[in-house]
């Protein structure tokens, strides 16, 4: 079935760095837009970054520009997000989601993983 | 602070009629950028719940849909349904092709 995992989450402290891993299966990976979204506790959804298909265009939300790094891996069926220089505000579930575009919106989404930032 | 906005909450009893508004500006949902919705059931991520404005995916039932006009955007649910309480998010684009979502909105189920 269609699938999205994520990995990778944990504690670190202020200024650290973490990487992010979500593995899909049961689609053709290398056809689908990824983005990655995250939720503070309590908090709503954040749009944090966008990849397309073959890894030729990027966005990022300007919460995070500069600091972190999408990436993917279509021969590993694999999209990363690097996180750097981290802040305590970025505490937060990351969810990474299949992105079918304007018209359809992000219709497969993993069950996130948890980064915590702190001293 | 959202770029678009939801109210903070909504409530309804069994049976009833709600709806939620998106209210976006002409720089996303009035530049034409389509509207979609997301359902996150509490503990669970978000699902897909309306695409491109007015569509369902498949398994969402027919007592969810959407709606948009100018700068804002509907999602209304009738019959409501114990099992409906959740948080509801509405998603659009800015000019720039960033996604942005709404604050969200709690739905309760008198």
């Known amino acids: 079935q269609v699938q999205l995992v994520e990995s990778g989450g944990g504690l670190v402290k202020p200024g650290g760095s973490l990487r992010l891993s979500c593995a899909a299966s049961?689609?053709?990976?290398?056809?689908?837009?990824m983005s990655w979204i995250r939720q503070a506790p309590g908090k709503g959804l954040e749009w944090v970054s966008y990849?397309?298909?073959?890894?030729?265009?990027?966005y990022y939300a300007d919460s995070v520009k500069g600091r972190f790094t999408i990436s993917r891996d279509n021969a590993k069926n694999s999209l990363y997000l690097q996180m750097n220089s981290l802040r305590a505000e970025d505490t937060a579930v990351y969810y990474c989601a299949r992105d079918t575009g304007l018209q359809y919106g992000m219709d497969v989404w993993g069950q996130g993983t948890t980064v915590t930032v702190s001293s | 602070q959202s770029v678009l906005t939801q109210p903070p909450s909504v409530s309804g009893a069994p049976g009833q009629r709600v709806t939620i508004s998106c209210t976006g500006s002409?720089?996303?949902?009035?530049?034409?950028?389509?509207v979609h919705w997301y359902q996150q059931l509490p503990g669970t991520a978000p699902k897909l719940l309306i695409y491109?404005?007015?569509n369902r995916p498949s398994g969402v039932p027919d007592r969810f849909s959407g709606s948009k006009s100018g700068t804002s955007a509907s999602l209304a649910i009738t019959g409501l349904q114990a099992e409906d309480e959740a948080d509801y998010y509405c998603q659009s684009y800015d000019s720039s092709l960033s996604r942005v979502f709404g604050g969200g909105t709690k739905l309760t189920v008198l």
């Open positions: 990849i397309s298909s073959s890894g030729s265009t990027i």
């Open positions: 049961g689609f053709t990976f290398s056809d689908y837009y």
């Open positions: 491109g404005n007015s």
């Open positions: 002409s720089s996303n949902i009035g530049a034409g950028y389509d």
